[in-house]
């Protein structure tokens, strides 16, 4: 049974499970609106949560091409900077992977809710040909890596047509 058919499955029969307001309740109209996400909390074992792809969650990232520079900023919320690495590899590719460690566990501890991601995360950037891949630099500041590439101080020339001869 694939993947899908069994978070299907699993809606349906949390859909089944929820709790219908009573008469009095079904008077008062902010009930349903108090929190739309409720049943999110009433499907088995989180199963909701536990279909987000935690790599995007970890490492949100927006890119903007000014005129001097480009620049790459992503979401690293609670990632130190020595849990992040950010490298070039062949072919333009800015790769930046790190890890958001777990929370510890400890003897006697007993968690109501654990509800903020861990795990490694991998983002990779295929560099367009105007940047400059000696001249790259990252800075770490509230949760947010901002990496500065610069762009090559030659400029492309206008195309130019080709005489096609017979």
Not at 53 to 69: G, N, P, Q, V, Y
Not at 85 to 111: C, H, I, Y
Not at 130 to 154: F, P, R, Y
Request: proline share 4%; aromatic share 4%.
């Amino acid at each position: 049974m694939s993947k899908q058919m069994i978070t299907l499955i699993t809606l349906i029969m949390a859909s089944m499970m929820i709790v219908l307001p009573t008469k009095t309740e079904a008077l008062d109209m902010t009930i349903p609106f108090e929190d739309p996400f409720m049943i999110l909390e009433q499907i088995p074992f989180n199963l909701a949560y536990k279909t987000l792809d935690t790599t995007i969650d970890l490492a949100r990232a927006d890119w903007k091409e000014t005129s001097m520079h480009h620049i790459i900023s992503i979401d690293v919320p609670g990632i130190k900077r020595g849990d992040i690495k950010v490298e070039v590899e062949e072919n333009r590719v800015l790769k930046v992977s790190g890890e958001k460690k777990a929370n510890e566990e400890t003897n006697g501890d007993k968690w109501h809710k654990a509800e903020r991601t861990s795990g490694k995360f991998c983002r990779q950037f295929k560099l367009p040909v105007n940047a400059d891949m000696e001249n790259i630099t990252a800075q770490l500041k509230d949760g947010v890596l901002k990496i500065s590439v610069k762009k090559t101080a030659h400029e492309r020339k206008q195309s130019k047509v080709i005489d096609i001869i017979e």
